[in-house]
């Protein structure tokens, strides 16, 4: 197939520095700055390559058009009721964005719509919270994909914006007082410092919590807590109902520890609450809030990796105090709590989700005693294999909870779970109607590099398996991995996934070290020194797939995301023999310096740091940028980068493109795919649209998968 591959010249620099007595070359740090000219040149030439290379891809065309009906399914959300309103986000099929709407005796209107805002679909509903009443809702947008959340409130009964914007609320919750709670509506939120207060390195850190009175000027909102904590630290805020109890939880950016505390404001001013340790110091995370019963209830992994919910006393609220209610189980992981405790139900109930072996499971037990109910009682009977989105019962004493559900050919639906009967109906699906193929989804077990079992779900098309599920002849497969910061990967509705099985390829999604399928343990077995436990895994996974049966190293593609990213730009170059191409997405890369850009230092205790010699150790020894080796032979592989993405700099991607191009000797394209206006997170449906279209057919023209309307290769 003659496609264009030349790639734009990037002069090579002679920098090599000394870093704790380790020679480190970087010859394209000049690439880190994107307002230099030589960068702005050599992008240009990055984008007209990749669209000369695009536009010459078979089956382009028809392949849009099914990612886009797959896409168009719309959504609809679990709904969140608060003083007779019923407020939910829902996406019709021809919409961009999914839509806040709010139900009441007035009838059913918008409240947030990101078009309204900005019609070029540029902006993102990043987070919303109704207040206790009702009567006021805090949204937070960002612009271009920033993920910066400015904040504001507006009227429900009018949807007039009464307040705001409060800016540098990034990430922040939003904890409301009952406005009998003082004068005036108020809540608890996170943001950063002022920016003038700070060194530009720091501006994107400095959290603190703060009260906000709804109509004051957040220049007066008082600091509540963090002044003495780590720069990088992200915070947590909750309050009960009735406004008695803040609850405020600490980690020092991603590190696998919380620290909790737990105040009564009772005949108190919120703005200064006396908080108290619940725990602190401790290696573990841990939620924690007070029922109505008085309870204080905690989530915790502390001695038990896979989780376990405890109950205390308020007055004594320290571990050494924390009594089990739900053990920790050896064969599956703690995901979510509610309470469900209305007087028409003959005792109230504890409602508890897990994932098995990364399948969702929802277990019921009576909150006295944490006790499973006997028999059919003590579960709720799933629509199928998949995953469960959120237990959300009514804020005041209820009988009935809403989660949403969704598998691998099952957009998310919500359910209704009714504890009185334990009956399951069926209350919100999504608005569009979508076919979708006949797939079959099986679960493998692969043994890792040092004896480790690691679980891969591949899914492919029924007609093209035998009677017992396994592939008739291999085929062009895309291998899917993360592997971090105890991210799980559960099954879920996925036109990427559905568009490549429909074509006759396999998917596969694998379950690695470094997530959080199988508890605490798992995520530390794939961090820090034991990083290289994730890549291994990844592998083993590839080879599984062609021992298999299922493909060929010819037709093997990987793809992966963000730390996905860092997975895949390992995987190519410790093993490129591995895999036919690669989609590296919004990557770490340059590991020696991805602490200096970004959000990067939040991520040294997920990774390790480069101002300790140790951790320089682990990091050269698998960061992609420093093991590239020229006259390789290495995969095709597509970046995709967005320069709105403020969390993973594109300089990563930029870095490992140019050296890769100036390597490679297998002459399979190296493209880099950059996008404007979007970030890291959220987009619209016609950006995703466009992005998976891309992919796919690099994918296809790569691996040959021969794609509907593709004709004959060239």
């Known amino acids: 197939m003659g496609l264009p591959s030349s790639p734009p010249p990037a002069p090579r620099l002679d920098l090599v520095e000394d870093l704790h007595g380790r020679a480190v070359a970087d010859p394209y740090r000049w690439l880190e700055d994107a307002d230099d000219p030589r960068t702005r040149e050599w992008s240009r030439a990055q984008d007209e390559l990749f669209t000369a290379h695009a536009a010459a891809l078979p089956g382009r065309a028809a392949l849009a058009a099914r990612v886009r009906r797959l896409l168009s399914t719309g959504s609809t959300g679990v709904p969140v009721h608060r003083g007779g309103r019923v407020f939910r986000t829902r996406r019709a099929p021809e919409q961009e964005h999914a839509v806040l709407w709010v139900a009441d005796g007035a009838g059913e209107r918008v409240l947030v719509d990101p078009v309204a805002l900005d019609p070029g679909g540029a902006t993102t509903l990043d987070a919303w919270r109704p207040s206790v009443e009702g009567d006021l809702l805090a949204y937070q947008v960002s612009e271009g994909g920033t993920e ?77 807590f963090g002044a003495d904590l780590p720069m ?16 405020v939880s600490a980690s020092d950016g991603t590190a696998p520890r919380t620290d909790v505390w ?38 915790t992994d502390l001695d038990a990796p896979r989780g376990r919910i405890a109950v205390a006393d308020p007055a004594g609220p320290g571990p050494e105090r924390w009594r089990d209610l739900v053990p920790e189980r050896a064969d599956a992981v703690l995901d979510d709590v509610a309470v469900l405790d209305g007087p028409e139900l003959a005792a109230p109930l504890l409602v508890v989700g897990w994932t098995r072996h990364a399948l969702a499971e929802i277990t019921v037990h009576d909150l006295a005693t944490g006790e499973r109910l006997p028999g059919a009682r003590g579960r709720i009977a799933l629509p199928g294999p998949g995953s469960i989105g959120g237990l959300v019962p009514r804020p005041e004493p209820g009988h009935e909870l809403w989660f949403a ?69 291999p085929a062009p497969a895309v291998l899917y991995g993360y592997g971090g910061f105890g991210i799980s990967l559960t099954p879920h509705y996925s036109p990427e996934a559905l568009a490549w099985v429909e074509a006759g390829g396999v998917h596969a999604v694998a379950n690695l070290r470094g997530g959080g399928e199988e508890g605490e343990e798992w995520h530390r077995a794939g961090m820090r020194g034991a990083k290289q436990n994730v890549f291994d895994d990844f592998a083993a996974c590839a080879r599984a797939l062609v021992a298999g049966g299922w493909t ?26 591995l895999f036919r191409a690669v989609v590296c997405s919004a990557p770490l890369l340059d590991m020696v310096r991805y602490e200096l850009h970004g959000l990067g230092a939040t991520w040294s205790d997920e990774y390790g740091s480069a101002a300790v010699p140790e951790e320089l150790d682990w990091l050269l020894s698998y960061s992609p940028y420093h093991r590239v080796r020229e006259g390789t032979a290495y995969p095709a592989v597509l970046f995709t980068v967005f320069d709105g993405d403020t969390r993973v700099d594109p300089l990563h991607a930029r870095k490992l493109c140019a050296a890769l191009q100036h390597a490679t000797t297998s002459g399979r394209p190296v493209l880099l795919r950059r996008e404007a206006d979007v970030g890291h997170g959220a987009r619209s449906v016609s950006r995703s649209a466009a992005l998976l279209t891309d992919v796919l057919a690099f994918l296809a023209a790569e691996t040959g998968l021969a794609l509907p309307g593709a004709g004959p290769a060239t």
């Open 405 to 473: 559900h969704t598998g691998t050919t099952t957009p998310a639906r919500v359910w209704r779970w009714d504890g009185r009967d334990g009956s399951l109906t069926l209350d919100a699906e999504p608005p569009g109607a979508v076919d979708v193929p006949d797939v079959t989804s099986r679960q493998l077990e692969v043994t890792s590099a040092d004896g480790t079992t690691v679980r891969v779900l591949v899914v492919a098309r029924t007609d093209l398996l035998d009677e017992r599920g396994l592939p008739l002849a």
């Open 552 to 577: 060929t190293p010819g037709q093997l593609a990987a793809e992966g995301g963000s730390n996905g990213g860092l997975l895949v730009g390992a995987a190519l170059t410790q093993q490129p023999e």
């Open 148 to 224: 910066e959340s400015a904040l504001r409130v507006l009227d429900v009964a009018t949807g007039e914006v009464v307040d705001g914007p409060l800016d540098r609320a990034r990430y922040s919750p939003v904890a409301w007082l009952p406005t009998s709670a003082g004068p005036g509506p108020a809540f608890y939120y996170v943001r950063r410092l002022a920016p003038e207060l700070l060194a530009p390195q720091e501006r994107q850190y400095h959290r603190r919590v703060y009260l906000h009175r709804v109509g004051t000027d957040p220049a007066t909102d008082v600091e509540v």
């Open 262 to 299: 737990l105040a009564d404001l009772a005949d108190r001013d919120p703005a200064t609450p006396a908080l108290r340790e619940v725990v602190t110091g401790r290696d573990a995370q841990t939620g924690a809030w007070v029922g109505r019963d008085g309870r204080l209830y905690v989530t």
């Open 232 to 247: 990088t630290t992200y915070y947590g805020v909750w309050t009960s109902r009735d406004g008695r109890w803040l609850v």
